[in-house]
């Protein structure tokens, strides 16, 4: 354990005017405070907040923050009070630990949290850090420390849930920050509770690797090193390390890929001493060693939002190793490692408030702001998740400024970012000085312009194709807001209809002596409930005049009934199934309407009780739902020696320009291919786009091929492909 004088000197060796005699109190108060209390390892309890404040000294935090940490579980698990800590400390410190304290308690009361209660701690924490960004990195600390004594604690779902959690919630913050080393740590102490046969079989092949190559990465250094020297960077200094663990894990989810698919594990990092400098040793190691297409990355002319900055790239280095290369100054090695304790924005002014507006607190003020439109806490953490997890893409305003969105952004997505009041009256874009449907996705570089209209409003379509949770929150509040107006609207037409059939004047004050029963705040609630079909015109209407007696009539569900009935009898068209391999003979045969499978597609055929075999790709989504029960999957083909005689139908999706006669050089293309349009249908319409749904009979999917093919060389068509799951 930490002495109390080794503590006070490691802040001393960083920050020579820091108020020793706190520090030394605090240490003193912190350590009489916990007195004779144990951890789950046996340890004195008082370890815990000490091994806090040495995690926090190794950022070079300022004194306030190491007090903190020292005292921060005092207020929640002695019998200290907060108004001792102020009087003791001062009102700064008593702030911070009041900060952490909360979050604590939040996370004491929910052990066997769930995920409201989860959602609602994280919740308090954004608000927390919002104020003072140190209750974030306290917070980390302390999680990190309790992460390394995890494998203490005897039940396992308690470890799972608690490793669980860091890898969702506080990995992504530590990474935001900038914090790698906490962020790495984070993630590998998570991931080897959560997925112990993974992390162990993933070490041993790194230690394999290593064994097999041995003196490989030091030889590798040496040349990388001799070839820098000898094209003018003699300062330039290199190292290597492994990736970590969970790092190669998700890299191998991602890309579908064995370990030995992997080829560079392997991270090499160049320092040298000024920008121009990096771009010289970019250009040597590109002449030098041949590079791999699309893995050059340029965070240093577009640094990441946590204020990351590098060059990275991966070359087929020296003894033909495929490696990556990260190219940095010595001042933005140091932002990378300690994020923004790198810059602490108190270290150089005196100010004990930390500034919260640089751009690195861009996604702490996003969270905030979709904090405020989310109605649940489970809808904020959902939303919140989406803003931290997703890779990013870089795009520009038309004025230059840099918007760092999740990968698969929108327009939309875009508008939000810029402004909430842009997203919600934006009617088009420009992408690269072209209009763009709206649902388009955005790449790296794009320039966009937002076309904006006072008398837009949110369209309940964009949720569908938004992917940040601002986006996202905005547009559902809009909708529930105009949902429920309609809902009353319709609600109270459907009850004074029942009450003017029945003879009764109607007033809302009529329903006010049923809220109860149908367990409603108000009667604009149950109005909106019943416009929503979650509560019955006709309850509410016995619930009232519960003596009424109701004529019997025929009702015009009755007549519908027997008219369907009707229809049943109908005999079906003469369409005879394409022969298929692998049914038995005589076996009723559908053709998925999910996935419109054509000759030439792989299928599978799967039994549904009443109708026979449904055939589907076997690509579909649907069936997905059919995973659990594998007695009912048949593997069929397609018969190539049959009658292919019949047209199938092969379903698109077209974006088409809102041109005059767009839509008949659709139809001509289609035509002049040998296709024969059945059904069109326009599915989402804006300004400039039409989107629309055609089934055209074709003979097989490369008939179909050859039709998508032409469509996507017409001019007037912006995108076409086959429809899926519509």
């Not at 350590?31 to 951890?39: I, L, P, V, Y």
């Not at 019998?79 to 702030?95: D, K, N, S």
């Not at 890299?251 to 698919?261: I, L, Y």
């Not at 029945?502 to 809302?508: H, K, L, N």
């Amino acid at each position: 354990m930490m002495r109390q004088y080794e503590l006070v000197e490691r802040v001393r060796s960083y920050d020579p005017n820091a108020d020793e005699d706190k520090l030394n109190r605090a240490y003193v108060f912190s350590m009489k405070a916990h007195g004779s209390q144990k951890r789950a390892s046996g340890d004195p309890y008082f370890s815990h907040p000490l091994e806090v404040a040495g995690l926090l000294t190794q950022l070079k935090l300022d004194g306030a923050s190491i007090i903190t940490a020292l005292l921060h579980d005092t207020v929640e698990d002695t019998l200290t009070t907060l108004e001792e800590v102020q009087r003791l400390f001062g009102p700064e410190i008593a702030r911070l630990v009041d900060g952490v304290t909360k979050l604590s308690r939040i996370e004491l009361q929910n052990l066997e949290s769930d995920q409201s209660k989860q959602a609602e701690n994280f919740r308090k924490l954004v608000l927390a850090m919002s104020e003072d960004i140190r209750v974030l990195l306290v917070k980390l600390a302390d999680r990190l420390h309790n992460m390394q004594t995890l494998h203490y604690l005897s039940k396992p779902e308690k470890r799972k849930r608690i490793a669980r959690e860091t890898l969702e919630i506080y990995a992504p913050l530590a990474e935001r920050i900038g914090i790698q080393r906490w962020k790495d740590q984070l993630e590998e102490l998570s991931f080897k509770e959560l997925n112990p046969d993974a992390y162990d079989s993933i070490t041993k092949r790194l230690q394999d690797l290593e064994e097999q190559g041995a003196g490989r990465v030091d030889r590798i250094i040496t040349e990388l090193v001799d070839t820098l020297h000898e094209n003018g960077l003699p300062q330039a200094t290199v190292s290597g390390r492994r990736k970590a663990p969970y790092s190669i894990w998700r890299k191998m989810q991602r890309k579908n890929v064995t370990f030995e698919q992997l080829s560079d594990v392997m991270a090499f990092r160049i320092t040298v001493e000024s920008i121009e400098q990096c771009y010289q040793a970019l250009g040597v190691i590109h002449a030098r060693y041949p590079v791999v297409p699309g893995r050059f990355k340029d965070y240093v002319s577009t640094p990441k939002p946590n204020g990351y900055r590098s060059l990275h790239t991966t070359v087929i280095g020296p003894e033909r190793q495929r490696i990556e290369v990260q190219i940095r100054t010595a001042e933005m090695h140091e932002v990378s490692e300690l994020g923004v304790a790198a810059h602490w924005a108190y270290k150089s002014d005196g100010s004990s408030q930390p500034k919260t507006e640089g751009r690195q607190y861009r996604w702490l003020r996003e969270l905030l702001d979709i904090l405020e439109h989310a109605v649940r806490p489970e809808e904020f953490l959902e939303h919140t998740k989406l803003e931290l997890f997703q890779d990013q893409v870089f795009c520009f305003t038309p004025k230059g400024d840099l918007i760092a969105l999740p990968r698969g952004a929108t327009p939309v997505d875009f508008a939000y970012a810029v402004h909430s009041q842009i997203g919600d009256t934006c009617v088009g874009a420009k992408i690269n000085g072209r209009i763009q449907p709206l649902r388009s996705q955005l790449q790296n570089g794009d320039q966009v312009e937002v076309v904006t209209s006072k008398a837009q409003t949110p369209s309940p379509d964009w949720e569908n194709f938004v992917v940040t949770g601002k986006a996202r929150a905005r547009i559902r509040r809009y909708i529930r807001t105009q949902q429920r107006a309609q809902h009353i609207e319709l609600g109270r037409a459907m009850v004074q209809k029942i009450f003017r059939q029945e003879g009764y004047d109607y007033s809302d004050k009529a329903l006010e002596g049923v809220l109860k029963i149908f367990q409603y705040q108000s009667a604009d609630d149950l109005i909106a409930a019943i416009g929503a079909g979650l509560a019955g015109a006709r309850d509410v209407f016995n619930a009232v005049f519960p003596g009424h007696k109701v004529v019997q009539q025929i009702t015009p569900d009755e007549k519908i009934v027997q008219l369907t009935r009707g229809k049943t009898s109908k005999p079906k068209g003469k369409d005879s199934p394409l022969p298929i391999k692998g049914l038995i003979p005589g076996m009723a045969v559908h053709y998925a309407r999910c996935c419109h499978p054509l000759p030439g597609d792989r299928i599978v055929g799967i039994v549904t009780t009443g109708k026979g075999v449904t055939i589907h790709t076997i690509d579909c989504e649907t069936l997905e739902s059919f995973h659990d029960s594998p007695e009912r999957w048949i593997d069929v083909s397609w018969d190539n020696e049959a009658d292919g005689a019949d047209e199938k139908v092969g379903r698109i999706t077209v974006v088409v320009a809102n041109e005059p006669g767009s839509l008949g050089t659709v139809s001509t293309v289609i035509g002049k291919n040998g296709g024969n349009i059945t059904n069109l249908k326009i599915t989402h319409r804006t300004t400039d786009f039409f989107e629309m749904l055609i089934d055209i009979d074709v003979h097989d999917v490369k008939h179909l091929t050859n039709i998508i093919a032409a469509l996507r060389a017409t001019p007037v068509i912006n995108s076409v492909d086959r429809a899926r799951g519509r």
